[in-house]
């Protein structure tokens, strides 16, 4: 019996040992979110990403209302876009330098995104003379852009213009004496489910507004030392999907 006693006593004693020791380190770790429950991981999927939005004037710079014909004939509105996350550009099809290289790195963007019914592509033609249905159709059997929500539009060239100017404040031009024609920026435009302009900060909290859509992934660094930002585009495009 005594032997019994003193076995139970022993074991009291561990236990009261092990309360005192590790327990607090136990409740300090989960006060500090260092042990996170099932049900806390299952939220983060839906937690805001830390992209930034875009303030003018203290509101959230959101892409306006707009109304173009696509590559198929159908008339496509910023309504088309709501739930969806989508990357803009503004291109033309004969453009001799900048736009076949904007277009090859969205296709590899769009293959890579194919499994995503929500992500999609706002193209806005600024040669919308030229660029007619038929020729953005043809356009974009050549470039193989397949995703549905891959939208080349055209329409008005003043209201064009106007959505880049104001609208994404986005640099576009017709331009005689530059090749082609025209002249327009080469950055990338990101959107989210809701409609507004988001990006990326830099190291010292600062927007990174655009996206460089011209040096590609596998080139890594252009002749001018301009970086890719072709992954850092991808990553957050994951990121608001995820949203």
């Not at 900048?98 to 590899?108: A, D, E, G, Q, T």
């Not at 327009?184 to 507004?209: M, Q, T, W, Y």
Request: charged fraction near 25%; include cysteine.
């Amino acid at each position: 019996m005594k032997k019994t006693n003193y076995s139970y006593i022993g074991i009291a004693f561990i236990i009261l040992i092990f309360g005192i020791l590790f327990v607090p380190k136990i409740v300090d770790r989960v006060s500090n979110g260092d042990v996170i429950r099932k049900e806390s991981r299952s939220d983060q999927k839906t937690k805001p990403s830390e992209l930034l939005f875009i303030a003018n004037n203290g509101e959230k710079r959101k892409v306006p209302n707009f109304e173009f014909t696509n590559q198929n004939g159908e008339t496509i509105s910023n309504k088309d876009y709501e739930g969806k996350v989508y990357v803009v550009e503004f291109f033309f099809t004969t453009c001799p330098t900048i736009c076949p290289k904007m277009n090859l790195n969205l296709v590899k963007i769009q293959n890579e995104f194919s499994a995503f019914k929500n992500f999609g592509v706002a193209s806005f033609t600024i040669n919308p003379d030229y660029d007619t249905v038929r020729v953005l159709k043809d356009y974009a059997e050549t470039y193989h852009i397949t995703n549905p929500n891959w939208h080349l539009l055209t329409g008005a060239k003043d209201e064009i213009y106007n959505l880049a100017k104001t609208g994404f404040f986005i640099y576009a031009a017709q331009n005689d004496a530059v090749a082609g024609g025209f002249e327009h920026s080469g950055n990338f435009a990101l959107v989210d489910k809701n409609g507004f302009i988001r990006c990326r900060e830099d190291k010292n909290g600062n927007p990174i507004i655009y996206y460089n859509g011209i040096v590609s992934e596998e080139e890594q660094i252009d002749d001018n030392g301009v970086p890719e930002q072709i992954t850092a585009l991808k990553e957050d495009i994951k990121k608001l999907l995820n949203e």
